[in-house]
């Protein structure tokens, strides 16, 4: 089951419970050492984020409620990207390389938040080095799988975010958002597609906001 799954973003309560405020978990864990194997092992996931410019496909999103949600994806570096939520969920989320938008497409109303305090920066930014900006808190192995369990080394990120990838196919399988309380979203997608010419106008949303949280 778990190879059937692709690389993760975010889930809607969790993501801006994650922006806001210190996680409990991230300053209760500590950074672990690293062999030689598991340190190659967490470059080659960097390397994959690095090997595409444009990415686009369908997602699967868990909530911590369990609620589950599906939709299309766009990513295209650096900085844009575009969830598409199916009905009946209403929402859009939009990255246009400053701010991420979360947009009730019902209403016309949303709220917007810096991209660079989102775990969404690690994924559209031109190039990636976890072990350079992330703390590794956790790592496991098995039959070809790593997950890897990481925290912003900057601190601009709160919560924790979980990384499950798939060395035999040399893909991101997963994304798991852990946030200040614990609570876990997971999102997964399937039928990527990379290189190819993504519409400007995709990462381009306006709403009915009253300001812009900082």
Known sequence: MMRSLKVAALALSVFFASVVGASAIAAAAKPISLSPEQAESINKISAYMNSFKTLQGEFTQISPKGNVSKGVMFISKPGKLRFEYSPPNPFLLVSDGKWVTLKNRAKEKGDQFPLAATPLRLVVSPKVDLLQEANILDF????????????????TIGGQLVLIFDETQNQLRQWIIIDGKGRRTTVSLANLESGMNIDPKLFVVKIDRKERSK
């Open 140 to 155: 496991e192995q098995a039959d070809g799988i790593t997950s890897v369990v990481l925290e912003d080394r900057k601190g």
